[in-house]
């Protein structure tokens, strides 16, 4: 039986809305990539490390979505940029994916969760 991938859903008088995860993200992989300072999204675990090998671009790498009920967490797995202060990036790395989540969605989104999993050096 095929794993149903259940998101956000809202109901209104009119009838029920039903978001994916993987429409959330989306949204949330748009403000990351917007982010100063991520230079990318690490593998949440290692068997999605050897998935990317299968698949070469995964659009929810490092990006975990949980839903409960009308609330929304997002946890997620980043490489920065070496040299900029750590929380600082984190910090607007969580306003931004949760701005551009409740903008979209019109849903509050509960927590935005970020594991720095690596820094990036630049050549100088």
Request: hydrophobic share 45%; charged share 20%.
């Amino acid at each position: 039986m095929p794993r149903r991938d259940r998101g956000a859903a809202a109901t209104s008088q009119s009838g029920k809305i039903e978001i994916s995860r993987g429409a959330i993200a989306a949204i949330v992989r748009d403000a990351v990539r917007q982010s100063y300072g991520v230079v990318g999204m690490a593998p949440v675990s290692f068997s999605r490390s050897l998935a990317r090998y299968i698949r070469q671009d995964d659009p929810q790498r490092g990006i975990e979505i949980e839903v409960t009920g009308d609330q929304i967490v997002i946890t997620l797995h980043v490489v920065l940029e070496y040299g900029l202060r750590i929380s600082e990036v984190a910090h607007n790395l969580m306003d931004n994916v949760k701005f551009a989540v409740e903008h979209a969605l019109g849903m509050p989104v509960q927590a935005v969760n970020v594991h720095v999993q690596a820094l990036h050096f630049s050549p100088e």
